[in-house]
């Protein structure tokens, strides 16, 4: 039986095989929460599909927008067959006042982390997320080695910054578009990363104009 939770989902959990993606914006601040119960109210009434493991539904730290990451297993099919379940579990997001976005499936490529996390580790307080598409003539899981190995040149292997937890970078199955969610332990210690190292590498790597993306706070996992 299915169950709603504040349990953070495990980003890298093995039985995953497909992220499904959708972040929706231009939503009023002063409804955020309202909106949010109703997006976890319409999961709770909607049939199970086959396959997926946990739906997270995310707020965005500026109140304006929404985003929901789905971890599928093989279970599911194919990303077809995920999409497709996935529409069953879609609110009216315009009725809800927001711009829809264009529900994406991935797969987690790399999970970057620092050598040494803090013991104990904190809990995820901030959840940087951005999307590149890619360039003709550039591939997303070359764009994400390139883009570690330009920041292991620069700042060295450890990653020893303060607040970072971890870094997902998932991929498109053509191999076209990258979706990147990190954790860190606060949106203050985000900021700063992502002003002194994220914003220089992305210039660096020609994806300046895609920005930094927004930032997200932990709202409900349902689960199976």
Avoid at 31 to 44: F, I, K, Q, Y
Avoid at 162 to 191: Q, R
Avoid at 207 to 224: N, V
């Amino acid at each position: 039986m299915p169950s709603t939770s504040d349990v953070r989902p495990e980003i890298g959990r093995p039985d995953v095989t497909t992220a499904l993606v959708e972040e929706v914006t231009s939503g009023d601040p002063e409804r955020l929460r309202e909106a949010g119960a109703a997006v976890v109210a319409h999961w709770e009434a909607a049939a199970w599909p086959e396959g997926l493991a946990t739906v997270s539904l995310f707020y965005g730290t500026d109140g304006t927008s929404l985003l929901v990451y789905a971890q599928w297993t093989a279970d599911a099919g194919d990303e077809s067959a995920v999409r497709a379940a996935y529409a069953a579990l879609r609110p009216d997001w315009r009725a809800l006042g927001y711009e829809p976005g264009a529900p994406a499936t991935y797969q987690l490529y790399r999970r970057v982390q620092p050598t040494v996390l803090p013991d104990p580790l904190p809990e995820v307080g901030c959840y940087p997320a951005a999307f590149f598409a890619m360039r003709p003539g550039e591939t997303a899981r070359a764009w994400v080695d390139g883009l570690l190995g330009q920041e292991e040149e620069t700042v060295g292997e450890d990653r020893a910054y303060p607040g970072a937890i971890a870094a997902n970078f998932h991929v498109s199955s053509a191999d076209d578009g990258i979706f990147l969610l990190s954790e860190w332990a606060s949106e203050a210690e985000a900021l700063v990363h992502i002003k002194a190292e994220i914003e220089p590498l992305l210039e660096y790597m020609g994806q300046a104009e895609a920005g930094a993306g927004r930032r997200y706070e932990f709202h409900t996992t349902r689960t199976k």
